[in-house]
């Protein structure tokens, strides 16, 4: 009996592939990637969270230099470097944070950093809170940076915690007789990890737009409570030691100088369980057609005639 012959592979063959077998090959590919992400929205739940290793911005070792009467953030530190112990424990090890704060605009100026945010029992805490203040007309940025070490205190060894959430809040504006006068916004960005994000399932929630590493956020330009999720925005990181974000405000009118605040809250005790005020979450970077043109191009190699 003759032994039969091998199929030579798709590549290999004489007669080239017709088009209607590459597109219907590339149909599969997208809808794998639709089936992908439709996948993960679906099974994403309130519980998925659960999963997120919880921060806790108490025990901040940087001694407090100042006080906010004026606003109730309570006890503040005016270096640009402060330092915690045991934000987070995963897996018997314990995780030290370090937080960087500098201005990127000259007009603005940063006022401190709001450990344990707030202490008072009208406050929430165990947050994170920052401000810096316009002392011109016009857009001032603050960079905001989170460090993860190996805990014991050295601040030397970086440890990449596999999951958490980051609920930035109190990220609005402000407005006088129906005109905004300064508006505030929010950018995170991918190569620190950013997996997804949650904004407010409301008409005027925190809007979103890609920026060319990231996403911006932009605030509804209007004051609103701390604890609104309106001006809330849900970050979700994998894989990372470190986040920047940069805060920007663009005060348009009125007087100055103008304070800014916002906080981080790194356990979502402000929602206590509920998440149902936030929409599904927001994968990124989304499935963009370059994934697909990467698939064609593979096609076209292999429809190259061999010399």
Known sequence: MNNPQPKQPLFFMKKPPRA????????????????????????????????????????????ADGYDSEYGHGPSHSSSVIYFTNVATVGGTSIDMRATATILDK????????????????????????????????????????????GGGTFTTPYAISEFDLLVYDVDGEERYSKVEQSESLSAYTPDGLYCYRLADNINSVKASPISDGIRFDGPGYNLSSTDTTAAVLLTYKNSSHVKLVFES??????????????????????????????????????????????????TLGRRRRV
């Open 20 to 63: 209607t077998h590459i597109a219907v090959l590339l149909s599969t590919v997208q809808l794998s990637w639709l089936t992908a992400v439709a996948a993960l929205a679906l099974a994403w739940s309130p519980n998925a969270h659960g999963q997120a290793v919880k921060l806790d911005f108490t025990n901040v070792t940087t001694a």
């Open 250 to 299: 663009n005060t348009f009118s009125g007087t100055v100088p103008n304070p800014v605040f916002q906080a981080i809250d790194g356990d979502s005790s402000m929602l206590k369980g509920d998440y149902s005020s936030f929409d599904t979450p927001v994968i990124v970077p989304e499935p963009s057609a370059a994934a697909l043109l990467a698939v064609t191009g593979l096609f």
């Open 107 to 150: 007009n603005y100026a940063f006022e401190g950093h709001f450990a344990n945010y707030s202490q008072s029992s009208s406050q929430l805490s165990g947050d994170l809170g920052s401000k810096y203040t316009a002392n011109a007309l016009g857009i001032g940025r603050l960079q905001y940076e989170l460090d993860f070490y190996v």
